[in-house]
């Protein structure tokens, strides 16, 4: 696909988003108006930055106190190995709910447990999955469709009319989950932070996270072990910062701190496992390819935590939203997917698209300097001969021309007006 018809195919989207980024924007200053923000980037920055650079001893902590607490660490290579471990916990289940999750997307849940019944909790992800579309932003991820089309596809899925209002759709979806969420036997989440003192953070607002991990029987949490840091009280910081810069809030509605499966000790002080909650908690750590970005000069990739104010502000998501970046969004996105697919798959999704801006750079609580990563991965693609056309054009003019545009008569305008 073009660069052309990207921009052509998402002309609703910048029209939708633009109302949505002024919004966010103001609740957020709103919130850092209370808060030295600079002095707080600089705290979350050196905690992740501190957490990496002790990371295998973090792991094994993290690992043996989780284990100690009852759940059942599983550390995944990639999406092929991730998909045997699934189904060998899944068994022969049907039904399973799950909340948002980036690591499982990425690995390509879905296709992965095709043969499954998923329902998606979050009301975003509910939507687009019911429309057939695709996700356009991590945290908002239907914003770009209208209350009357929603309600459409909701009378032509489910056969139910439902009144083209925010509220009346809200209603539905939660009448409609609750039932398939106290049917299932398997539930998937994400986790925002691990503590290596043995605890799983996981924020939501609408409180599907809080069902999903609770009322089925087997609750799955597939992360990447990048997310591990210290102490829960530094996880903390880190859900703060989550709030306050992915939706502009001061902090989220729900933090979910899971520290093993559901015990009581009522009955005679014996200890058994499985009361109300989950009887059994495993978590998948993934690595898929971030190994090799931990001693790589792209390390600061994995400081990311996942809010998308980065994509808020970036002229080039405004312009082409979920064209721009692979597994995930954006310059990150691209980034990624140098180590966790191929070279060639981080130049079809946007290597050169950049515009070097540093809206992403001024707009991260963690202040990830995607800008110069994405001139490091260009000079990367450049050396294996990975590059636009017009780059090859312009240097071939420049030699013979002078100028990247090639013969120039006097008082005409070039054919072609390079961007250099």
């Known amino acids: 696909m073009s660069l052309k018809t990207k921009v052509e195919e998402n ?14 924007k103001e609740k957020r200053e709103q919130i850092l108006k209370d808060l030295n923000e600079e002095e707080f980037k600089d705290d979350l920055r050196k905690i ?21 607490n009852g759940i059942k660490v599983i550390e995944v290579k990639d999406s092929k190995d991730a998909e045997k471990i699934l189904k060998k916990i899944i068994g022969n289940e049907k039904l399973i709910i799950k909340s948002k999750s980036n690591a499982a997307n990425e690995i390509g849940l879905k296709e992965i447990l095709k043969d499954k019944e998923i329902i998606e909790t ?30 459409e596809f909701i009378e032509k899925k489910f056969n139910k009319k439902v009144e083209p209002k925010a509220e009346e759709i809200a209603k539905f979806v939660r009448n409609h989950l609750r039932e398939k969420i106290c049917q299932a036997k398997i539930g998937i989440t994400g986790a925002n ?51 306050i ?48 970005i931990l001693n790589s000069d792209f390390k600061e990739i994995l ?66 300097n995607l800008p110069d990563l994405m001139i490091k991965l260009r000079e990367k693609l450049v050396k294996e001969k990975i590059e636009p056309e017009n780059a090859e054009v312009m240097i071939k003019n420049v030699k013979e021309f002078g100028n990247p545009f090639g013969k120039v008569e006097e008082g005409k305008i070039p054919k072609n007006l390079y961007c250099c």
């Open 48 to 68: 992740k930055e501190s957490s990496l650079e002790n990371i295998d001893k973090l792991k094994k902590e993290a690992i043996k106190n989780l284990e100690n």
């Open 303 to 368: 400081y990311c935590i996942n809010c998308g104010s980065c994509l808020n502000f970036c002229p080039v998501y405004h312009q082409i939203a979920q064209n721009y970046g692979s597994k995930y969004f954006g310059s990150k996105g691209v980034l990624f997917s140098s180590f966790s697919e191929n070279l060639k798959k981080s130049f079809d999704s946007g290597a050169f698209y950049c515009t070097s801006c540093q809206s992403c750079k001024l707009n991260c609580p963690i202040k990830i």
């Open 122 to 151: 979050d009301l975003g992800d509910f939507i687009v999955d019911m429309c057939g579309k695709e996700d356009v932003h991590p945290v908002l991820p239907a914003v770009e469709l209208t209350p009357k089309e929603i309600v």
């Open 245 to 292: 810069y992915g939706t502009g809030q001061n902090f989220p509605v729900y933090v979910s701190i899971i520290s093993g499966p559901s015990k009581t000790a009522d009955i005679q002080n014996k200890i058994i496992t499985g009361a109300q909650g989950a009887k059994e908690v495993y978590l998948l750590l993934i690595d898929n390819g971030r190994s090799e």
């Open 193 to 243: 932070v691990i503590s290596s003192e043995g605890s799983i953070i996981i924020l939501e607002n609408e409180g599907n996270v809080s069902l999903v991990s609770r009322i089925p029987d087997k609750h799955i949490i597939i992360s990447s072990f990048d997310k591990i840091i210290p102490k829960t009280k530094e996880a903390l910081e880190i859900v703060k910062a989550a709030g």
């Open 11 to 24: 002309k609703e989207f910048k029209e939708v988003m633009l109302p949505v980024v002024y919004s966010y």
